[in-house]
């Protein structure tokens, strides 16, 4: 799908201000291969913004009208790293997150979306 040519801010109050009519709404001129490669290459949706001078919420609206599905991981690592460093029982997650460059919490909720246990640590309470 081909955006059309947009109307930038300044032309568009000058319109307006001018008593002209538009039909429609502005529409943004982005470079459909070229915002699809970005995104889907992980490129952060900041530096999207900056490229294309666009806001997050337009980062959103094209997303979605290229059909370009969510991105589920933010952060790139390496799982077969992640697996051998889990199965390692000497590994605590904080050295887990230090070594491929997470937070401890994604080491965790990767832990969880895995479908992996959680790792026994410590001395269980008696009462």
């Given at each position: 799908m081909v955006m059309h040519d947009?109307?930038?801010t300044v032309k568009f109050a000058e319109l307006y201000s001018s008593g002209g009519t538009m039909i429609g709404r502005p529409r943004l001129k982005v470079n459909t291969a070229e915002f699809t490669k970005m995104y889907n290459n992980g490129v952060p949706i900041i530096d999207i913004v900056k490229h294309f001078g666009i806001s997050k919420s337009t980062v959103r609206s094209v997303r979605i009208e290229l059909n370009i599905p969510k991105r589920r991981w933010r952060v790139k690592f390496d799982q077969n790293?992640?697996?051998?460093?889990?199965?390692?029982?000497?590994?605590?997650?904080?050295?887990?997150?230090?070594?491929?460059?997470?937070?401890?919490?994604?080491?965790?909720?990767?832990?969880?979306?895995?479908?992996?246990s959680a790792r026994k640590r410590g001395l269980k309470r008696v009462r």
């Open positions: 947009y109307i930038d790293e992640y697996m051998k460093l889990y199965r390692d029982d000497h590994v605590t997650y904080q050295q887990m997150s230090e070594h491929l460059g997470i937070s401890k919490w994604l080491v965790k909720e990767t832990r969880k979306r895995l479908g992996l």
